[in-house]
């Protein structure tokens, strides 16, 4: 169990939290030169604990599932909510230290120390979100490795190599090799292609109905995801390129089936 959690990712986390301490601590020197050691520790801990549940509240939540299923007014309203009540909550510690503590009546206006948290708080979520992109790169999976001449290859399978959907009044042909991934939205249904999205229309279900068999997996009540593509699986979820794959309990077995 420990092995699994202390990862090469573990450990590029754990030095940038401890790089965020340091120039934490640095930015705030004219505060601690006025605290007593015991009231430094806490102060620490509270800030960068406050960054840290904003950052994987943003990378673990809010973008799995309002960002990366096109629920965009959602996230930045969730987004500017959490970054708010963050926000809130280091300017009444401030108050605190300032007023009660220190006796500091200058900063302990909530004003006077709103810029500095704002700033701060959206350079350090900035930070966290190119470092994961950063991990998720060097986590995908090597290249395939070329079959053996020696080793029997299977019999060709002859299968089309697109599908036509049907949005609106045209008739759209995508090929099959460029589908990420196909998202259902009640009676329609939408196509992610490296290129940009089509709608289709038809439930998820009726476009499942079109697809050739053995292609594409259901993973998830609202996702289908060609087979092809599944490669790395980590917390249930499918992990693409940028992207993260839901995995309902219902569809759990058959996606194992393919390890």
Same mark, same amino acid.
């Given at each position: ?11 590029? +986390? ?23 050691? %015991? ?36 996230? %930045?309203?969730?987004?500017?909510? /959490? %970054? ?19 006796? @500091? ?16 708080? %959206? ?34 399978? @002859? ?23 196909? +998202? ?37 009540? /609202? ?13 249930? +979820?499918?992990?693409?390129? @940028?992207? +993260? ?15």
């Amino acid at each position: 169990m420990l092995n699994r959690l202390l990862t090469p990712r573990f450990y590029w +986390q754990a030095a940038f939290w401890v790089f965020v301490t340091v120039i934490f601590t640095y930015d705030r020197k004219y505060l601690f030169q006025k605290l007593a050691l %015991g009231q430094v520790i806490p102060c620490i801990v509270f800030r960068v604990g406050l960054l840290m549940a904003l950052a994987y509240w943003h990378l673990y939540v809010l973008i799995p599932r309002f960002w990366q299923q096109g629920r965009f007014l959602l996230y %930045g309203l969730t987004l500017t909510f /959490s %970054g708010v009540l963050t926000l809130l909550a280091q300017g009444a510690y401030d108050t605190y230290l300032y007023g009660f503590v220190i006796g @500091d009546e200058y900063h302990q206006n909530l004003l006077v120390n709103l810029p500095f948290n704002v700033i701060a708080t %959206g350079w350090y979520l900035v930070i966290m979100l190119l470092l994961k992109l950063a991990l998720d790169r060097l986590d995908q999976p090597a290249a395939p490795q070329p079959v053996s001449e020696t080793m029997p290859q299977p019999a060709p399978v @002859d299968t089309p190599d697109h599908i036509w959907i049907k949005s609106g009044t045209r008739r759209i042909q995508v090929p099959l090799p460029d589908i990420l991934f196909i +998202q259902g939205l009640k009676d329609y249904s939408l196509v992610h292609t490296p290129t940009g999205r089509h709608i289709a229309q038809g439930s998820l279900k009726t476009m499942e109905a079109t697809l050739p068999q053995g292609l594409f997996i259901r993973v998830h009540k /609202s996702f289908m995801v060609p087979k092809s593509r599944i490669r790395t699986l980590r917390n249930g +979820q499918i992990e693409l390129p @940028d992207l +993260q794959i839901p995995i309902g309990r219902a569809y759990r077995k058959e996606v194992e089936k393919l390890i």
